[in-house]
């Protein structure tokens, strides 16, 4: 590749949760009908220019997965799916976020669309591990950053990550 695709491209919706460590965005190539391979492919170069260490899915489907390891790009499948018990799944997200984000990982976490679920398990997130200290703030903040206003589904799921067990 020569110019400026080369960089690849970046993905839809992609915005920062904590500025140059942890961001979001929707599945690269898109979702449903509207996916792409090429788009894929030119969003996957970009993860990989801007020196992300780590994709983390939380599609329900493993969508995706055998691209990320084809490109060289880590990626870790955590299915959150309607049948799933979020309670689980975000405890064990929580602690692998903990864990990459501490040995100083860039991490790109994504979904199928930048929704409810993926705004409220950030949400969740920033309200688990203390980093926003209550959960109307949490969602205010996450609401802010990117700019979307969070659903019953997702403060839901913000309201489950209050519950769990704090972070060490």
Partial sequence: MKGKWAEGMP???FSWVIRDRLAVCERPG???ASHRKVRRQEEVVWVKAQGFTLVVSVLASPHNLHVYEAAGLPC???PLGSGDDPAAVLSLLYADLQAVLAAGDR???HDDDVG???QGVMAGYLL???MVPHEPRAIAA???LLHRQLGPA???LVTVAGGLAPQP
Wanted: aromatic residues 4%; proline residues 4%.
């Fill in 154 to 156: 997702g403060r839901r």
């Fill in 30 to 32: 898109g979702y449903g």
């Fill in 107 to 109: 991490v790109l976490v």
């Fill in 11 to 13: 993905p839809r919706n």
């Fill in 116 to 118: 409810d679920r993926l």
């Fill in 76 to 78: 870790r499948h955590v």
């Fill in 142 to 144: 996450v609401e802010h």
């Fill in 128 to 130: 688990h591990t203390g």
